[in-house]
C-alpha cells in the first residue's frame, strides 16, 4: 500500500494479514454472509498467528506492535470480509479497559487468555434506553460484602455469544448518574448470565450481535476496573481507541469494493470497449480513489496521534465518521458500476453494500461523532440552550409500567384461579371468542408462544388457549423465523407485527428487546415461563413461573365456561396499570429564606447540576436559585 505514514514493518504486517484473508476468508466470506455464521475456524488460526492482542506488549501475550498496525489489521480483515473485521476490532477494544485502568493481577489473569485469542471479548455498554445518550444506563451493580450484584439487560452486543470475556458498565450508586457508573470484568457462565439468540442482521452476518440478561450475577470486588464512580470514563475513553478500529473497517470495505469496481469495469464491455473509459466511469472512480486515500490518511493519523501519547479523541470521531461515509458513497459507486450484475446476491459488492451501513452507527452514530467534534471545537452549550428535560420511564421495563404481580402463593391451580380472576377483575370476559388467524394489529387478544414450547406438537395446546381466551395466536422472532411454526406475518416484535390491544399471554417468551418494543402497547400482559430470571416478568402485569405443560392445560380449563364462545362486539380498550407515585427515597431540602424545595430528581440546570445529584453532594458555594440563600440555610425534611 502506497502511503507515506507506514513503514517497512507495517506493510509486511499488512502483507501477512492481507495473504491470510484472501486464503482463509475470502473463499468462504460469501457462504458466512448467507448463513449468518461465524468463522471458529479462521479466528483459530488467527490466534495461532498471535494477533489477537497484536497492540498490547508482549509480557502480556500481546505482539507489541503499534495502534496503527491494529488499525491496518482490521481494514484488510474488513477488505474481504467486515464482519471478521468487525469481531477482531471488538475483541482488541475489550482489551483496551483491562490494559489502561486494571491492576496489574487482573491484567495477568484475563489479558493472555485474550491475546492468546483463547477467549473473545466484548465491550458491553448499549440498554434499551441507553444508546447514543451512554448516560442514561439502567443496569445496577449493588455491593453486597466482597461482591456486586449486576441487573439489567444490555442490547446489540457484538461477539456476545462467542466471548467469554465481558467488559460490562453499571450504576454502582445510580443516584449520580453516569458520576455512579463503574466498569467490570464478567465471565461467560456465571450464574444469572445469559445471552439471547443472535439478531438477524442486514449486513456483518459473520459477526453476531446478541442482548444480554443479568439478573442478580455476582461479580466479584476484585473485578472492578478502575475506581468505584469511574465506569462511564473507562467507556468513553475506551470508545475514542475504537472509533480508529471502525475507521478501519469502513476504510476496508471502501477499498473492497473499490478494487472490485475496478477489476469489473476494465472487464466489462459494452458499446464496443470496457466501460471503464466511459469518463462517467472513470471519473467515479478517480473520486472513490480520492476519498478512500482521505480516510486513510485520516484513520492512520488517528493511530498515530495516539501511538505518540498525544490527544486524538477528535482525530478519532473525525476518521471514523468520515472513513464510514465514505465507505457508504464508495460502495455506493462500486455496486452502480457492476450493473445488475451488483445487485445479486454472492457478489462482493453487494454484500460490502450491506456492510457498510452499519460504520455510520456503531461506536456513536455519526451525528454523535459532529456532537462530539463540535465539543472540541466550540465547547459546551450555554446553559439557557442546554437539552430539555426528558421524561424518566421505569428502570428496567422496556413495556412501562407494568403491575408485575407474580403469582407465588398456593398450588399451580390456585395461580391459575388467581390469574383468571384477576383478569375478569380487570374487564376481560371469557365467553368472546376470536378467529385465531385474526391480523395481529386486529385482534383485541393474543396468546403469544415462545421457544419455551418446545416441540411443535406442544403448538396444539396453544390453540385451545387462544380458543379459550378469545385470542389469535402469534409467536416470537424465532418460532416463525428459525423453527417456523408459524408463518412469518404472525411474529410479533419491533421488526414483525405490533400488537397494541388488550390482552397479551406469552407462553414460553423469554423477552428479548426485541419483542418487548412491539407488544408495549398491550393494555395487559401475562407471562407464563418456566425461568424466573426470564426478562418477560419484569414486563408483565401478572406472570406464573412454572412449567407450561402443567399451567396451560390448567388455565385452558379454567377458562372454559362450557358453552361456544360468543362473536366479539367492538372491544373496548382496557385500561393499563396505572404507574403507582412512588414517595421519594431521599430527602426533600427546603430553603429556610423562600421555602424552595431542591428535588435531587431535578437537580438544578441553572447551575449546572445535573439530576440525581444529592443534595449533599452540592458544592460548597451552591446557593438557592430562587432566593440567593447559602446551602446551609436549607434545612432537610
Ligand atoms: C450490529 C450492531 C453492533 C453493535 N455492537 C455493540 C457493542 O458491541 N457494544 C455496545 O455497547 N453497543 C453496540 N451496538 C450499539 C450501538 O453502538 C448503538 O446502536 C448506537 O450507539 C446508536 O444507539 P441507538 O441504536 O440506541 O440509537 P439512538 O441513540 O436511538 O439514535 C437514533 C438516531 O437519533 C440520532 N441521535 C440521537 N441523539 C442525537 C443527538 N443528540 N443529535 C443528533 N442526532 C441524534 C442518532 O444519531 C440516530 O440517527 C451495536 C449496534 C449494532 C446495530
Redesign the pocket.
Known sequence: MNTYLTNEEHEAFRTKIRDFAEKEIRPIASMLDQEAKFPTEQFKMLAEMGVMGAPWPKEYGGMGLDYLSFAIMVEELSRVDAGVGVTMA?HILSQSPIFFYGTEAQKQKYLPQMTSGKKIG?????EQNS???ASKMETTADRDGDFYVLNGT??????APHAEIYIVVALTNPDLGPRGASAFIVEKGWEGFSIADP?D?MG?RS?H?CELNFNNVRVPKENMLGREGEGFRVFMSALDGGRIGIGAQSLGIAQGAYEEAVTYSKDRVQFGKPIAFNQAISFKLADMATKIRCSRLLVYSAAMLRDAGKPYGMEASMAKMHSSDIANQVCNDALQIHGGSGYMKGMHVERAYRDAK?TT????????QR?VMSGFIVGKPPKEQSAAKTVKKAPGSATGIRKQMILTEGTIEEKVAKLVESLKADGYDFTTGLDPQTPIPQADRVVCVGKGIGDKENLELIEKLAYQAGAAIGSTRPVAESLRYLPINRYIGMSGQKFTNNLYIAVGVSGAGQHLKGIKKASTIVAINNNANAPIFKNCDYGIVGDLAEIVPLLIRALDNGEPKREVEQPKKIKRAVPKKLPPTYKIHVCNGCAYEYDQSLGDSESDIMEGTPFAMLPYEWICPECGEDKNQFISN
Open positions: 471488538v466484548a465491550f458491553v455498554l448499549t444508546g447514543s445518550d444490555k442490547i446489540f452486543i457484538t461477539n439478531y442482521k456483518i459477526s450481535t452499519i452507527i456503531y461506536e456513536g452514530t455519526n451525528e454523535i456532537v
